[in-house]
């Protein structure tokens, strides 16, 4: 199975500052098609998940473009380019190129400082 | 706009059995792979199965196969997930989730496995 590592587990930001989460993969998630299926979720309080970046670098639909996916192989990152109130939560990364099982991270709980 | 729905869950004895559903709208429910994601109270996201748009390939987390089963009606835009012998693990929010990598979900449904 894929072992997904995040860091930090706690990001304690302050509003408009950067904020940055790493996802590590036990082996590289380059998919034999040659497509990587690195995925972002937010998780706000009490809500559902919701996903913020498909396929390491591509924001879905509404999400705001202070969010950016990057990476390759086995290290990715999500930046949220200034952090506003409604960030907080946790985010998770989940990957789709060597499953079943489908795996996540462990999550990384965004506060404001 | 795409909605998922999931429905049936409660308070069930270990050992116990409880179907859940998931009712799609919004979109062509047969084009699209689904699956089941769960998060235990207090912890992360954990995926559970996944079924192909026909039904032909199902696929479960190591955690409940042989007690899980998946299964989806096209024709009633439905996805389901049959669990026996529940354990007091099983206790979570239950997800359904639209595509192999999770693009949209629902608001999820309680488990509650407990004496």
């Known amino acids: 199975d894929v072992v997904m590592t995040q860091s930090p587990l706690s990001l304690p930001v302050t509003l408009g500052q950067p904020a940055s989460i790493s996802c590590r993969s036990s082996q590289s998630l380059v998919y034999s098609d040659g497509n990587t299926y690195l995925n972002w979720f937010q998780q706000r309080p009490g809500q559902s998940p919701r996903r913020l970046i498909y396929?390491?670098?591509n924001r879905d639909s509404g999400v705001p473009d202070r969010f950016s996916g990057s990476g390759s192989g086995t290290d990715f990152t999500l930046k949220i380019s200034r952090v506003e109130a409604e960030d907080v939560g946790v985010y998770y990364c989940?990957?789709?190129?060597?499953?079943?099982?489908?795996?996540f991270g462990q999550g990384t709980r965004l506060e404001i400082k | 706009e795409v909605q998922l729905v999931e429905s049936g869950g409660d308070l069930v004895q270990p050992g116990g059995s409880l179907r859940l559903s998931c009712a799609a709208s919004?979109?062509?429910?047969?084009?699209?792979?689904t699956g089941w994601v769960r998060q235990a109270p207090g912890k992360g996201l954990e995926w559970v199965a996944n079924?192909?748009?026909?039904?032909?390939?199902?696929y479960y987390v190591d955690s409940v196969k042989g007690r899980f089963t998946i299964s989806r009606d096209n024709a009633k835009n439905s996805l389901y997930l049959q669990m026996n012998s529940l354990r007091a693990e099983d206790t979570a929010v239950y997800y359904c989730?639209?595509?192999?990598?999770?693009?949209?979900w629902g608001q999820g449904i309680l488990v509650t496995v407990s004496s």
């Open positions: 989730a639209r595509e192999i990598n999770c693009g949209h």
């Open positions: 079924i192909k748009e026909d039904g032909s390939q199902k």
């Open positions: 989940m990957q789709a190129s060597h499953w079943p099982p489908i795996t």
């Open positions: 396929m390491v670098s």
């Open positions: 919004g979109f062509t429910f047969s084009s699209y792979w």
